[in-house]
């Protein structure tokens, strides 16, 4: 998103990842589901175009009283270019904060046009050079344990220590339990953690090389007869109408083109039109190399999970034995800037070991906890005692330690790429929904003490918008753990 302020007037403008011929249906969504509902007062609605040009303009009256604003919306069919909103105040009386509140619930509706359209869209991803016959389809359990700053793969980690302390316990007794244990434990958890990379780089769809950097998505956007008959008639014939797109098109060195690929969409029913297709290429491994060269780290072994939830993650011991894993939701619909902030957010997790360092806190409540049942018989009692107290505190403790991490991951992305508000525009593109669910940005006490890594979306959003010099940053892990605590607190109040 870009954003202007000549005199009297708002202008940005939103890249899409919509294909050019489903954007004539924006005006009208944008009319039922926004503009009829967001106002109590709304006059002059107009919907028309002009060529290739779509528009949507209308006059929102704000109170009782004149005071209005005029917008403008205008989405394009010509390839390439963004959807373009005007607004323009009636007095200077018109706050600054409300006109970004109504830009801010513009952006969110535009994403909810986006989510609406993948329902009749059809999304194919390749690697070039890669035979398809070499794709594999990645578990899910496993990406969900090794993501997610790991958090969830440390809670099974308490899980299994409690459960191993009481069956070395019941099998070696208590003075024996308490001196293999904890190596026990301890080791296995460096070993899994150290191989975390190596698994889900073996679970993953594609891995990518310097040799083969690429990732092309088709996109094409289907009618409703054309999507009905593709998910009655042809669902499970999905990864063959991939490999014969392929063999038709990449395999031979052409482009993927209707004209290409004429023949396999009409043989599964669909006229393909210039105007629906979407061939969107992204040079994976030069975006990963160019964030690991910023924070002069090395690059760590890339791979993509074929899942359209757009989301990014790291893991590993560091950067060199470490893994980043993209999915092609991700790709799809972040643009390539966009993309980038998130990948940097993620090169910084690597950067700082946080995987070893919540290890090390982790394993370090562990062995001062054995240490007090081995040698303070009343602190071994209480724990014992209340230990499903104990339990939720320690859960709720690891995943409040993981926010102070996540939010120092977003302030040192913002620092190494000097981009803070594309990354707050990646982060709203993916958590568009629950943005909409909250009303817009905002947080609660709730929201603070969810089982949950990452701080609410809303507040990570804000802080880096607010971000105006990040260069002058210092102590980005102090300042965020300061900034969280604050965050918290500001949610009592």
């Known amino acids: 998103m870009t954003l202007t302020q000549p005199e009297g007037e708002f202008h940005f403008s939103v890249a899409t990842e919509t294909t050019p011929g489903y954007l004539r249906y924006l005006p009208e969504f944008l009319e039922n589901y926004y503009v009829l509902r967001a106002f109590r007062r709304v006059e002059n609605i107009r919907r028309f175009n002009i060529g290739n040009q779509y528009y949507l303009v209308f006059t929102a009256y704000l109170s009782k009283s004149s005071e209005h604003i005029d917008v403008t919306i205008e989405a394009s069919t010509e390839r390439g270019r963004p959807i373009h909103v005007i607004i323009s105040r009636s007095s200077p009386e018109i706050s600054e904060e409300l006109i970004k509140g109504i830009q801010e619930n513009i952006l969110l509706e535009l994403q909810l046009f986006e989510d609406y359209a993948r329902q009749y869209t059809l999304y194919l991803a390749y690697i070039p050079g890669q035979k398809i016959s070499e794709q594999k389809y990645g578990r899910g359990i496993l990406e969900k344990l090794f993501t997610d700053s790991m958090v969830n793969l440390f809670i099974i980690f308490i899980v299994v220590a409690v459960g191993t302390f009481a069956l070395f316990n019941a099998v070696f007794g208590q003075e024996l339990s308490l001196l293999l244990s904890p190596i026990v434990i301890v080791v296995s958890q460096m070993l899994v953690v150290a191989y975390s990379g190596r698994l889900i780089a073996r679970t993953s769809d594609w891995r990518i090389t310097k040799d083969r950097p690429e ?279």
Not at 238 to 245: A, C, D, Q, V
Not at 249 to 276: M, S
Not at 412 to 421: F, G, H, I, S
């Open 215 to 493: 990732v092309k998505v088709l996109q094409y956007t289907l009618t409703e007869q054309e999507a009905d008959i593709l998910r009655k008639k042809h669902r499970k014939e999905l990864p063959k109408i991939r490999k014969e797109i392929y063999d038709s098109t990449l395999a031979t060195g052409k482009q993927i083109t209707c004209e290409n690929a004429h023949p396999i969409f009409t043989k599964y029913g669909i006229a393909c039109t210039p105007q629906n297709l979407i061939v969107k290429t992204v040079n994976l491994y030069d975006l990963v190399s160019k964030a690991c060269g910023t924070f002069n780290v090395p690059i760590p072994t890339i791979v993509v999970s074929n899942k359209m939830a757009a989301n990014a993650a790291a893991t590993g011991l560091s950067p060199k034995r470490g893994t980043m894993l993209v999915t092609t939701g991700a790709i799809v619909q972040l643009d390539e800037n966009e993309l980038f902030q998130i990948i940097g957010h993620e090169v910084s997790h690597l950067k700082g070991h946080d995987p070893v360092v919540l290890l090390f806190i982790l394993s370090t409540e562990y062995m001062l906890r054995i240490y007090a049942l081995s040698f303070f018989p009343s602190i071994a009692a209480i724990i014992q005692g209340f230990f499903f107290i104990y339990f939720i505190v320690l859960l709720g403790s690891i995943f409040f330690v993981g926010k102070f991490f996540e939010a120092k991951s977003d302030l040192e992305a913002a620092v190494y790429l000097n981009e803070p508000k594309v990354a707050a525009n990646a982060l709203r593109k993916i958590g568009f929904r629950r943005l909409i669910s909250k009303g817009g940005i905002s947080w609660s006490f709730l929201d603070w003490i969810r089982l949950d890594p990452h701080p609410p979306l809303s507040w990570r959003i804000k802080r880096l918008d607010e971000i105006e010099n990040p260069s002058q940053i210092k102590h980005t892990f102090l300042k965020s753990v300061g900034d969280v605590f604050k965050g918290f607190l500001s949610s009592l109040t």
